[in-house]
């Protein structure tokens, strides 16, 4: 892939008619070490939100040994990549073939699950040809919990009510060798309290259910930075966590794990693309909801943007996307904050699309060809570099004294 120094130069040089997708290594590679450092646990990286081979390498290279996958697929793509690595599928709905792959061809030991019926299917599937049950698997049960602080929920789906949690501990203690109950919060969630509020339902779950519990996982969830969602400080999320982690009435040696995925990818890349035509405060882009940006359509979430030419001089003001295909529903409402005089032909960067963008493309209608490059600056925002406000001075988190 070839290296510039940031989106001018990719558009000096190549005045793109596809839209381009800008990686920038450096930023992966710090959030990589940010989680592996900071994060007072293991932190596993959901392959979800980013597949793309690249990245998972630059994850590996700065120290996350563990992946959260959730289909066969996403288990042989990254046990192809790295052989050494720790899967984790945490999917609570499986297939009873794509469990037996895992466990008797990629070496997957940890299984998530939400009802009984999961745990047979588990237990079945691990069982080898001469009936001996597997003796080494991590269990975790899946609770169900609240998704009200964060911007995508994630608790209508999957997980067991707290009222039907102790049985299903209680079952699961049987055929594990390390038992854990884990959540989701919902992706991007903008205070820790989330992450307080989750684990008081465990507590209540653990406590109800009297076993021994030796996992804690504490799902994905953890934000990055958009306009209008800036999150307080990744630290006073870890701190919360581990101070009401400790606080369960767990075994002595439990573990903390977390599923970032977001977190650890939003800043990875960026895109550029080209106005094609602009009607009063639209502009018709060659990018959209087919496209990386799925999220901009369908949740309406707000990405930052900035023109890539030198002679716009008009402030500011507010836009509206198409993107290239034929469906009315290919529309961004934004707003995206661009220069007045912008026109068709103009280049736009889009930011923070590492995460649930660049992943999202397809094909439809024709639009999907893209090309890729690695670029040198910084990402439009970041959670890493050292310099954002104390959060506590913000309202929308919870003291930390
Ligand atoms: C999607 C998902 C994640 C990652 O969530 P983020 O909000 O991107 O951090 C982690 N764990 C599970 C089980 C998921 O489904």
């Known amino acids: 892939m070839h290296q510039y120094s940031d989106a001018k130069a990719v558009v000096r040089a190549l005045a793109p008619d596809e839209p381009v997708i800008l990686n920038r290594p450096h930023a992966a590679a710090r959030a990589a070490r940010f ?7 293991t932190s596993m990286y959901a392959v979800k939100a980013n597949p793309s081979p690249d990245l998972i390498q630059i994850l590996w290279d700065n120290g996350v040994t563990h992946y ?12 192809g990549l790295l052989p050494d690595a720790t899967l984790c599928f945490m999917h609570p709905v499986k297939t009873p073939r794509a469990i037996k792959e895992a466990y008797f061809d990629h070496g997957v030991k940890t299984y998530s699950l939400d009802t009984v019926e999961e745990l047979e299917k588990i237990v079945a599937a691990t069982t080898d040809e001469h009936g001996n049950a597997a003796s ?7 609770l169900r919990v609240s998704s009200e602080h964060s911007q995508l929920s994630l608790a209508s789906k999957f997980g067991v009510d707290l009222a039907d949690a102790a049985p299903l501990l209680q079952a699961t203690r049987q055929h594990c060798d390390a038992l ?14 989330a992450y307080v509020q989750a684990l008081e339902r465990v507590r209540a779950a653990i406590a109800e259910a009297a076993v021994t519990v030796d996992i804690v996982d504490v799902g994905g969830g953890f934000p990055s930075v958009y306009p209008d969602l800036e999150p307080p400080a990744l630290e006073d999320f870890f701190v919360m966590i581990h101070r009401h982690f400790e606080a369960l009435p767990i075994s002595y040696s439990a573990e903390l794990w977390a599923e970032p995925g977001r977190a650890l990818c939003a800043e990875y890349s960026s895109i550029i ?14 990018d959209g909801s087919y496209g990386a940006l799925f999220d901009a359509a369908h949740v309406d979430w707000r ?6 030419e030198d002679d716009l001089i008009k402030p500011l003001t507010e836009f509206a996307f198409y ?10 409402k934004g707003p995206f904050m661009l220069p007045e005089d912008i026109q068709a032909g103009d280049y736009i960067e889009i930011g923070m699309l590492g995460a649930y963008g660049a992943a999202m493309k397809t ?13 040198e600056d910084e990402p439009m925002a970041s959670l890493y570099r050292g310099d954002r406000p104390d959060p506590r001075a913000s309202d929308n988190v919870v003291s930390l004294r």
Not at 70 to 78: P, Q
Not at 273 to 286: A, C, G, H, T
Not at 323 to 332: E, K, L, R
């Open 35 to 41: 989680f592996t450092e900071k994060f007072p646990g």
């Open 68 to 79: 959260d996958v959730a289909s066969i697929g996403e288990v042989r793509l990254v046990r």
């Open 136 to 142: 080494d698997l991590n269990l975790l049960v899946r």
């Open 180 to 193: 854990g109950v884990c959540f989701h919060v919902g992706s991007q969630a903008m205070t820790p309290f």
């Open 273 to 286: 693309v080209r106005v094609e035509k602009r009607r009063d405060n639209e502009l018709y882009i060659n």
């Open 303 to 308: 990405f930052p943007v900035r023109a890539l």
């Open 323 to 332: 993107g290239p295909t034929c469906d009315d529903a290919d529309y961004m």
């Open 363 to 375: 094909d439809f209608n024709g639009f999907g060809a893209v090309e890729a490059a690695i670029v």
